[in-house]
């Protein structure tokens, strides 16, 4: 459907185009018309559609007199004008003029209709440098979004080498602390196991005989000092967990408390008598002074 313009209306006021050759010439009822009119013109619209409809009639009025003036002056040169005697034609005054008269109004026509159609284009030919002007800011737009993604995308690679190489690194680094782990749980078993060994290693085990003898039976030679021995027998001799016991015995009781308490090695108790090895280890869980 063809664009109705202010300028298309103007035309056709001035050369009386009526509201039927509107309707004819954009495709379009009488009703839609009006409405398009209405839309351009707003509340002078009831004006400019009473001077078509006027211009209308006054140019239907014009164009019936010019075609009435017409067919009268011919009637009227005909009767009047003389014969020609060599052809036989009658010419008058009122047939050479209306040719002129309708081509005159033929371009009138033309002219506005070219007119019209000129604004037409001019409209449209600003309407289309605008949407061209939005079209080269909506290209623009898109260049720096497009700048923005690939700045996007090469930070992301970026990034993402980063990333591939620290999780490599990484990786590397659990693998290490793996085989740290490992390697340090092993040789806890090992230390473990030497600990042990040193310990069974440098174990003094002491024996002590029923005659009142201590001596070393097992580990390295150390000095067997049973100082405070003296002090720590009368408290044995009255404690009920030796009362069965001979002087004797609870003598060789303190003294091996004594040597294991003053040994710089660990000590191992072993005793020849089992009651005295008993008493020995009930006292062992009595605080003594």
């Keep these: 459907m063809l664009v109705i313009t202010p300028a298309d209306i103007k035309n056709g ?47 239907r009025k014009d164009r019936s007199r010019f075609r009435s003036g ?19 034609t009658v010419e008058t005054e009122q047939d ?5 008269e309708t081509i005159e109004s033929e371009l ?24 061209l002007s939005h079209h080269k800011e909506k290209l623009g737009e898109l260049r720096e979004i497009q700048k923005e993604l690939l700045r996007i995308k090469n930070t992301f690679i970026a990034k993402s080498e980063q990333f591939r190489l620290i999780v490599a690194d990484d990786n590397s680094l659990v693998e290490r602390m793996n085989k ?21 290693l440098e174990t003094v085990t002491l024996y002590a005989y029923d005659d009142g003898n201590i001596t070393i039976i097992d ?23 030796c ?12 003294r091996m408390f004594c040597i294991v308490k003053n040994a710089s090695l660990p000590t191992e108790v072993l005793f020849d008598s089992e009651s005295v090895g008993k008493a020995y280890n009930q006292l062992l869980d009595t605080p003594i002074a």
């Design 13 to 59: 006021i001035k050369y009386g185009v009526g509201v039927d050759e509107f309707c004819s010439k954009y495709d379009c009822t009488e009703e839609e018309f009006e409405r398009r009119v209405r839309g351009m013109y707003h509340g002078k619209a009831d004006e400019i559609l009473g001077e078509i409809r006027a211009s209308e009639r006054k140019h």
């Design 70 to 88: 017409k067919v009268k002056g011919t009637s009227a040169g005909l009767l009047d004008a003389p014969m020609d005697a060599g052809d036989g």
């Design 96 to 100: 050479t003029a209306a040719p002129a």
């Design 108 to 131: 009138e026509l033309l002219r506005a209709e070219e007119k019209t159609v000129s604004d037409r284009v001019m409209t449209e030919e600003n309407d289309f440098q605008l949407l």
């Design 180 to 200: 740290i782990s490992e390697a340090r749980r092993a040789n806890i078993k090992d230390l473990e196991r030497i600990r042990e060994r040193i310990k069974v």
């Design 219 to 241: 580990g390295p030679a150390m000095e067997l000092d049973d100082t405070g021995s003296d002090g720590l027998f009368p408290e044995l001799v009255t404690n009920p967990k």
């Design 243 to 254: 009362e069965n016991l001979t002087v004797r015995q609870i003598r060789l009781i303190a």
